[in-house]
């Protein structure tokens, strides 16, 4: 049986409608259950962040995980397919009456994405202080935590009611499959079957 690692939230809602139409019978979790058991599948509700971590240590054989998670974590998993929903944005943001300067002496980010972040600035040869969030980041840049922030824009919708601006787009993202490495040689048929599925009606 493959257990398969899927964030909550719309991710997760996506993913299983895609499992219900390959394989024509219903996927829903519980209430508040974290473990779902359909189809010959074992499916397990986790934060998007512990994805890979549930992946890497084959707790899970494969999972659903964000291309902007995979980037910042750089775990060691095989990606298998971008599955093209939970299409988002990595991007730099501040406040629309602030210009940005890259001549500063040093930036102050806020954001969720440290790793993604520093990597950003350090290849424009920009000092920045990264002050490490784990949620409502557009509030810093209100508030003097921060000059700007590095986020996750997809309808952007957070940013305009917050009096943000997009200064730059990093990186696009959206969901991937993605699987353990030795899953992946132990179990390849039942990946690959699976893997083949998905990708006849994504594409
Ligand atoms: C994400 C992201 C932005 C928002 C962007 O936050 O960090 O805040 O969504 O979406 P939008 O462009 O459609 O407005 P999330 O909802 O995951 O909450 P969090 O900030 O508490 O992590």
Do not use: W
């Not at 397919?81 to 930036?107: A, Q």
């Not at 424009?124 to 980041?137: F, M, N, T």
């Amino acid at each position: 049986m493959l257990t398969i690692a899927l964030p909550k939230g719309r991710i997760a809602e996506d993913t299983l409608k895609m499992f219900e139409k390959v394989f024509k019978k219903p996927f829903v979790f519980d209430d508040k259950k974290l473990i779902l058991e359909a189809g010959g599948f074992r499916f397990l509700s986790v934060r998007s962040q512990d994805v890979p971590a549930y992946i890497l240590h084959q707790a899970a054989d494969i999972g659903v995980v964000g291309l902007d998670v995979l980037e910042e974590q750089e775990s060691d998993l095989t990606r298998l397919l971008d599955l093209g929903i939970g299409k988002c944005r990595v991007c730099i943001g501040m406040p629309k009456n602030r210009e940005f300067d890259f001549s500063m002496p040093e930036i102050r980010v806020a954001t969720k994405m440290e790793n993604i972040t520093r990597k950003y600035f350090s290849k424009k040869a920009v000092a920045v202080k990264v002050i490490k969030l784990y949620g409502s980041i557009e509030l810093a840049p209100l508030v003097g935590l921060a000059d700007a922030i590095v986020d996750l824009v997809e309808t952007g919708s957070t940013m305009e009611q917050n009096g943000l601006k997009i200064v730059e787009t990093i990186s696009n993202s959206s969901a991937h499959l993605v699987c353990n490495k030795n899953s992946f040689i132990s179990k390849k048929e039942e990946i690959l079957a699976l893997y083949t599925s998905i990708k006849e009606i994504i594409y």
